[in-house]
């Protein structure tokens, strides 16, 4: 089976622009999850999709947003990029429907804001 | 609210030598996961625990999880060089059990 994948792996923005990062969950996951991860905050929930329905968000603000495709595509929006946008943005499928179980990340999408 | 945390937050090791972290969460847990992310790359899953006091074992690794299912630990027996990398736990929201709380990490540098 093919794993996680995220495009781009890499992209450098500035500050104002938006970004649009794509995910495809491994083949028969339908429960994707994105976090960003920062050398300070670690680990960071940002949302989670089921059957193209989010079920939960984190605690960031509005200018990230997401959604889930029919076929369990993801993709996540950040507008109006600040420089603290700059992170490792991680993509997690898992086979899991009613809570939180084993998730399987991408590579990732590496932002950089200037 | 809910808190991972994670101790100690470094460690350096001679290969060989044994290894430990350990992990509170501020609320019980239906579950711990453990991840590790090798430098540069993405948290692989490792295990997961879910009965109190379970212990699994896996080759060198030795997971545990706490009676009160607040607490857990990974043991490392004879590092390896290969068992570079940051060791994460993680346990579901307690608000939204869709989502993973993920402690901040240990990384574990092995020195040959």
Known sequence: ?114 | GQQVMQIPQYQHVQEGEDFTTYCNSSTTLSNIQWYKQRPGGHPVFLIQLVKSGEVKKQKRLTFQFGEAKKNSSLHITATQTTDVGTYFCAGPNSNSGYALNFGKGTSLLVTP
Not at chain 1, 48 to 72: A, H, I, L, M, V
Not at chain 1, 90 to 102: D, K, N, Y
């Open chain 1, 1 to 114: 089976k093919a794993g996680v994948t995220q495009t781009p792996r890499y992209l450098i923005k500035t500050r104002g622009q938006q970004v649009t990062l794509s995910c495809s969950p491994i083949s028969g996951h339908r429960s994707v999850s994105w976090y960003q991860q920062t050398p300070g905050q670690g680990l960071q929930f940002l949302f989670e999709y089921f059957s193209e329905t989010q079920r939960n968000k984190g605690n960031f603000p509005g200018r990230f947003s997401g959604r889930q495709f029919s076929n369990s595509r993801s993709e996540m929006n950040v507008s109006t990029l600040e420089l603290g946008d700059s992170a490792l943005y991680l993509c997690a499928s898992s086979p899991r429907q009613l809570v939180a179980g084993e998730l399987f990340f991408g590579e990732g999408s590496r932002l950089t804001v200037l």
